[in-house]
C-alpha cells in the first residue's frame, strides 16, 4: 500500500511513523481496527502494552 491510498482513520491515534500503517500528516492510523496484546502478564500501564498490527516500513 502506497502512501496515496492510505485512507486516515481518526479513531486510532498513532505517532509510530516507523509503521507503515501510519499517516504521519494526520497522526493516525490507515488501518479499520489493531489488534492490541500484552506484554506483561498483568497490565498495569501503557507500558504493558503493544500494538501487534505493526509493520515496519
Known sequence: ?????????HS???N???CR???R?????SLDQ?????ETQN???EHSTCCHSFECK
Not at 500500500?1 to 482513520?9: C, F, G, I, L
Open 25 to 29: 500528516m494526520e497522526a493516525c492510523c
Open 34 to 38: 489493531i489488534d492490541v496484546k500484552k
Open 12 to 14: 486510532i491515534g498513532c
Open 43 to 45: 497490565a498495569t500501564s
Open 1 to 9: 500500500m502506497n502512501t496515496a491510498q492510505k485512507k486516515e482513520n
Open 16 to 18: 509510530v511513523t516507523d
Open 21 to 23: 500503517y501510519n499517516c
